[in-house]
């Protein structure tokens, strides 16, 4: 069946340093999504990408979606502790939206 | 976006009870969901509510086990049957306007079974 697959599964970085998690998923999507979950909290709709190679910004996150709309990545520039939580992305194909394995950042101040 | 509300917030139940979780929406929506989460894990989806017929049950997961009511385009409940301690997890609500379109997730509930 369809997977997506994220990585790293966990990264730690110092408070101002940039972090960025990769999305890849099995099969081809007809929009990818993003989510942040805090620790202890719901996951929160951040973003969706539709075209290919499209790009989108929100502050400090950076969002792609590949050329081939199958993979899809965040960057986010001069980390905050506000930003500590799991970020996933979610694939949409075939009438299903599949949640990926996740990424953890923890932000040292 | 909608306000859901998700009751219970958590619970402990023992083996071999029932338990029923509800949400409710404070807008009409076209799609709900139930989702299970186990601890540091992603997101499974357990079945999506239809509005006036059964749910539609993703594989591994049944309606013997979690029936799903969705009675009116504002509420749904899933009950947990039968629980046994594997049945331990957070359980998500969530809403939207198409299947492949962005959801909105309920504070979910935290259930242990002992």
């Known amino acids: 069946g369809q997977q997506v697959m994220q990585i790293p599964q966990y990264q730690h970085v110092q408070e101002g340093e940039d972090f960025t998690t990769y999305c890849n998923s099995s099969?081809?999507?007809?929009?990818i999504q993003w989510y942040k979950q805090r620790p202890g909290g719901h996951p929160v709709f951040l973003i969706q990408l539709v075209k290919s190679g499209e790009v989108k910004k929100q502050k400090r996150l950076t969002f792609q979606f590949g050329e081939a709309k199958k993979n899809s990545s965040l960057h986010i520039t001069a980390t905050q502790t506000t930003d500590v939580g799991t970020y996933f992305c979610?694939?949409?194909?075939?009438?299903?939206?599949?949640f990926g394995t996740g990424t953890l950042l923890a932000v040292q101040p | 976006s909608a306000v859901i509300s998700q009751k219970p917030s958590r619970d402990i139940c023992q083996r071999g009870t029932s338990l029923t979780i509800q949400c409710q929406v404070d807008?009409?929506?076209?799609?709900m969901f139930w989702y299970r989460q186990q601890p540091g894990q992603s997101l499974t989806l357990i079945a999506t509510a239809n509005q006036g017929s059964e749910a539609t049950y993703e594989s591994g997961f049944v309606i013997d086990k979690f029936p799903i009511s969705r009675p009116n385009l504002t509420f749904s409940t899933l009950t947990v049957s039968n629980m046994s301690p594997e049945d331990s997890s957070i359980y998500l609500c969530s809403v939207g306007f198409g299947t492949n379109q962005p959801q909105h997730f309920g504070d979910g509930t935290r259930l242990s079974i002992l």
């Open positions: 979610a694939g949409a194909a075939t009438n299903k939206l599949i």
């Open positions: 807008s009409q929506v076209t799609m």
């Open positions: 099969t081809t999507l007809s929009n």
